[in-house]
């Protein structure tokens, strides 16, 4: 996978892009990046800007922390769920 662009540069293309002073095809050619990365960049600024519904970077990490967190305290319960049932069955009369 290419190493990303910094911030600081996608931030600067997008803006010559949004002046409309040449086509995205001419100003993803004098850059050196792709027209669909150009697209991109444009749509996810869009999107940080609320011009465009969608998740924001922010929202994206909160989601990643919260799938993570969801994840970890499912591992939790399942290891709670084991360790009672082994605890009920070692209390039954008879053993």
Request: cysteine-free.
């Amino acid at each position: 996978m290419a190493k990303p662009y910094p911030k600081e540069f996608r931030d600067d293309v997008v803006a010559v892009a949004r002046k409309g002073q040449a086509t995205l095809t001419q100003i993803a050619k004098d850059v050196g990046i792709s027209e669909g990365s150009l697209a991109n960049w444009m749509k996810q600024a869009d999107i940080e800007d609320g011009r465009r519904p969608g998740l924001t970077d922010v929202d994206r990490a909160e989601l990643r922390e919260l799938k993570k967190r969801n994840r970890l305290l499912e591992q939790e319960n399942e290891v709670l769920r084991r360790a009672a049932a082994y605890l009920s069955q070692a209390n039954l009369p008879g053993k």
